[in-house]
């Protein structure tokens, strides 16, 4: 038996070296692979410790000194926060519904509002104003305040506050309106008053630049798809609160390929007025247009009566308006006729000097009296449609020596009433650069804008 062990091992040995003489590289990575087995086998049972419950065990106690919180919190509970709001008082407030929109809810501060003889007239019977508040964290009144606008350069301040005592108390303060520039610009698409809309620009900006450029555009007819307008104006603000518009410093307008420009200066001791960047006054003695906004819904041109059914010469202009919508003379001059006139309904005549005259027909009220001065763009009367009228217009007439004239063709040809002197040149120059580089900004935003 022994000797048959023998020669098995005999044979067993001589295999193996036969295998790693022609196969090396399998043998190799077969005892490898036996000794990681072996070694893993041997980690599994090496890792197993002893049980942790025959371990000893040690406590170990400490003293901890505490975080000085308790006067944090002491100083937090004391702590009240504010809260701020601003809310447009609405016509059909109460000041309840005031309050309770501010975030407020306090019956004292509700029943001085209705009972103070200051704080009721300026805040519940002055709907669109902006009321803004200070409020605690427990909802009751602080202060409420209100703006208004008193005139040209100042404006009132409303304030509602709360005393020590608890009660209420009321004081009208007064204060400068503060002037800062905003600057603006759009694309027509339809109109004027629509691309103005869309930039964010106040009608009443929109109303100057029609002003400003009446003399080159024809806003009623001459507009172009396409046509662009950058302007800077004034905001006359109340703690930076807008109140109202002020006045557009400058603008540029590019109509149908034409770059067109205006700057307001004004020389110290003299009538400020529109130039163009070079200098030239913009000004013209009589305004294109009686009317701020409105059609042309018959031109200076022959036309087909609307009552007579003739055709016949239209020897003015009219602009349709609905009814009451402000007229305003074209000129500075003398009120000749004020009252009914045939055909005409009410009428206002008026003589400019030197042979020039308007007439302004149809009106349904009459704002001034014959023999009375008035000035370039001064309300005169409202659009009606009394005399030979098919509905609410006005009838506009321009004469030179008793002929009629094309309104629009006047204003474009007389002489600018503003010239700037040469002591004035040095600073409209430097006023002129600093309102280039503004409108080149606005341009550009509005040029993205509409690429986008």
Do not use: C
């Amino acid at each position: 038996m022994k000797q048959t062990w023998i020669a098995a091992g005999e044979r067993l040995l001589s295999r193996a070296a036969h295998a790693l003489e022609h196969h090396p590289r399998q043998v190799t990575a077969l005892v490898a692979g036996l000794m990681l087995t072996a070694g893993g086998g041997a980690f599994a049972v090496a890792s197993l410790g002893p049980d942790p419950s025959t371990l000893p065990v040690r406590e170990i106690l400490e003293s901890v000194q505490p975080l000085p919180l308790a006067e944090q919190s002491e100083a937090l509970d004391i702590h009240r926060f504010s809260l701020f709001t601003a809310e447009a008082v609405r016509s059909s407030d109460t000041a309840e519904s005031l309050l309770a929109r501010l975030g407020i809810n306090d019956p004292v501060a509700a029943a001085f509002l209705r009972s103070d003889w200051q704080a009721r007239p300026q805040v519940l019977g002055a709907p669109g104003r902006t009321v803004t508040a200070e409020a605690t964290d427990s909802r009751n009144l602080v202060r409420l305040t209100v703006r208004w606008a008193a005139d040209e350069h100042s404006f009132r301040r409303l304030v509602v506050e709360r005393q020590p005592s608890g009660n209420f108390a009321s004081r009208i303060e007064a204060a400068p309106l503060v002037a800062s520039l905003r600057v603006g610009s759009g694309t027509i698409r339809s109109s004027l008053f629509g691309a103005a809309d869309d930039a964010g620009i106040p009608d009443a900006v929109t109303l100057q630049l029609v002003d400003i450029y009446s003399g080159d555009i024809d806003f009623h007819r001459g507009l172009r798809q396409g046509d662009r307008f950058a302007v800077v104006y004034e905001t006359l603000e109340a703690d930076g609160e807008p109140m109202r518009i002020g006045r557009v410093v400058s603008t540029q307008f590019v109509n149908a390929g034409r770059q067109l420009q205006a700057l307001w200066f004004q020389e110290p001791g003299q009538r400020g007025g529109y130039f163009d960047f070079n200098g030239r006054s913009l000004e013209r003695t009589f305004l294109a247009s009686p009317m701020e906004v409105s059609r042309v819904t018959s031109g200076f041109a022959m036309r087909l009566h609307p009552i007579h059914r003739t055709w016949r010469a239209h020897t003015g202009v009219d602009y349709g308006a609905p009814t009451g919508a402000p007229v305003r003379t074209v000129g500075t001059g003398r009120v000749e006729y004020a009252g009914a006139m045939n055909g005409y309904g009410n009428t206002v005549e008026i003589d400019h000097g030197n042979g020039n005259t308007t007439l302004y027909a149809h009106l349904s009220r009459i704002d001034v009296r014959k023999g009375q001065t008035v000035e370039r763009g001064q309300r005169i009367g409202a659009v009606g449609s009394t005399g030979w009228a098919t509905g609410p217009h006005l009838h506009f007439e321009f004469k030179e020596r008793g002929v009629h004239q094309d309104p629009l063709a006047v204003a474009r040809r007389h002489q600018p009433a503003t010239e700037l002197s040469a002591q004035a040149r040095p600073k409209f120059e430097l006023v002129a650069q600093s309102m280039r580089n503004q409108l080149v900004m606005a341009a550009s935003a509005n040029m993205v804008a509409s690429a986008r």
